[in-house]
């Protein structure tokens, strides 16, 4: 069975300062990764996607096979990045498996 | 933009006693899910269903719980027999397709005392 890791519950980052939330997986096949975000009082929203490759709101996020990991990077936080941040894996099924998530502050 | 809606945004009810979700998902999507947040802990897949079966479930959805799309835009949970272990926030969410980004409505949270 597929599972996430996000071992850090909560990050507190200076504004301008550099941003990792750390995300790690198991699953023995080819999985499709994601982050979603979740701003206060506010749904979920697919933040981006492995497979698109995009960079939304200056996020980036590198699938790494080999350490079973998809960290979420940004050079610079900014106020508006504090929020809740899930990884979620979908591993050749209907569901996505998500981690516990990482609250993100950014203090000004 | 089209999003997934859900009322009601809060359902209080006693123990044993059902409830109803509702969900509308967006209008083109084939696939629409059902997942849960039990405050504190991470968000828990229940159901999806696509052309009008189940296509998976997870063990939280024991016989309790149905879903049905009654009409051409409802999607809905009903959870019999409610428990108190059922209080979380419920989530709906569509996508287009199967492994397709998935859409997540607003949440209902579901209070049983």
């Known amino acids: 069975a597929q599972r996430v890791t996000q071992p850090e519950k909560l990050l507190s980052v200076f504004k301008g300062a550099p941003v990792e939330l750390k995300c790690n997986y198991s699953?023995?096949?080819?999985?499709?990764l994601f982050w979603y975000v979740q701003y206060s009082r506010q749904r979920l929203q697919l933040l981006l996607r492995h497979i698109s490759r995009e960079s939304i709101k200056g996020f980036t996020a590198d699938l790494n096979k080999g350490e079973t990991s998809f960290h979420l990077k940004k050079p610079f936080a900014q106020e508006e990045d504090s929020a809740m941040y899930y990884c979620?894996?979908?591993?050749?099924?209907?569901?996505?498996?998500f981690g516990k998530g990482t609250k993100l502050s950014v203090i000004p | 933009e089209p999003e997934v809606t859900q009322t009601p945004s809060h359902q209080v009810t006693q123990m044993g006693q059902e409830v109803i979700l509702r969900c509308v998902p967006i209008s083109n999507h084939l696939y629409f899910y059902w997942y849960r947040q039990i405050l504190g802990q991470k968000v828990e897949f229940l159901v999806s269903f696509y052309n009008n079966e189940i296509s998976e479930k997870s063990e939280i959805f024991d016989d309790r719980f149905s879903v049905e799309r009654p009409d051409g835009s409802n999607f809905t949970l009903k959870i019999r027999s409610t428990k108190l272990e059922d209080s979380a926030m419920y989530f709906c969410?569509?996508?287009?397709?199967?492994?397709?980004?998935?859409?997540f409505g607003p949440g209902t949270r579901l209070l049983v005392l």
């Open positions: 699953y023995s096949g080819s999985p499709e």
């Open positions: 979620a894996i979908g591993a050749g099924s209907y569901q996505l498996t």
């Open positions: 969410a569509s996508s287009y397709g199967q492994g397709e980004t998935q859409y």
